[in-house]
């Protein structure tokens, strides 16, 4: 079961960011972007422990941001070797452009489904939502 689950979830995944192509951003850095949109402000170093990828990796991805317009940073008066790092108006409306198609794609698909996968799925959602609350311990 955890392996087909890691299999829908690549897949899907996949399928997904066939749409944000459109936006004219990497993955990479749409994923940055989101969140910075979906959780706020933040320094570099905790941006990249969020995405999971070393800082010299996240400062690559921040700087493409940056000359695109869609983040910008923020020197710390108290300690100039740390900034922190915003979306701009065009990186949120660029987001949630990118978010929506996302929607839309899996929205088309449920579209699909007889009310009692509907339901399934519902169902499956709660689950899942469960699983990722788990502790790893």
Known sequence: LASRYNSLAVHLTRRLRRTDAETGVGSARLSALSVLVFGGSCTLSQLAAAEQVTAPTMSRIVAGLEREG????????????????????????????????????????????????????????????????????
Do not use: F, H, Y
Request: proline share 3%; charged share 35%; net charge negative.
């Open 70 to 137: 869609l983040v910008s940073r923020e020197q710390n008066p108290e300690d100039r070797r740390s900034a922190t790092i915003r979306a701009t108006m065009e990186g949120r409306v660029l987001m949630e452009r990118a978010r929506q198609r996302r929607i839309d794609q899996l929205a088309m698909r449920l579209a699909k489904l007889d009310p009692e996968q509907i339901a399934g799925l519902e169902a499956a959602a709660g689950i899942l939502e469960q699983l990722e609350t788990i502790d790893e311990r």
